[in-house]
């Protein structure tokens, strides 16, 4: 099975920007969807973003579009998720997810990384 792992989560400002990279390992990319989550204090794991397999097909959720963009890099087996205009509500513990499908990503992916921090002072 795949494992992953984020990286790139700090502390910045309200407007900076911000590029998270997911790295998996044990099995390529090419087999897996990918998504983004996050889960801010006291609060629900809520979806961010999703990419199939070849970066054909995204999609975001409505608090992020227009602001974060996901992209992929086969060849190094990386996802990345970049955010620009970071606003203090999207603080939160960003996790990477994997599954074969598209439409499991975005809702219920069987794998998971441990989370990066992001927290954007206002």
């Known amino acids: 099975q795949v494992q992953l792992v984020e990286s790139g989560g700090r502390l910045v400002q309200a407007g900076d920007s911000l590029r998270l990279s997911c790295a998996a390992s044990?099995?390529?990319?090419?087999?897996?969807?990918m998504g983004w989550f996050r889960q801010a204090p006291g609060k629900e794991r809520e979806f961010v973003a999703a990419i199939d397999w070849n970066g054909g097909t995204t999609y975001y959720a409505d608090s992020v579009k227009g602001r974060f963009t996901i992209s992929r890099a086969n060849t190094k087996n990386t996802v990345y998720l970049q955010m620009n205009s970071l606003k203090p509500e999207d603080t939160a513990v960003y996790f990477c997810a994997a599954d074969f499908r598209i439409a499991v990503v975005t809702t219920a992916p069987n794998y998971w990384g441990q989370g990066t921090q992001v927290t954007v002072s206002s």
């Open positions: 044990g099995r390529t990319l090419l087999n897996y969807a």
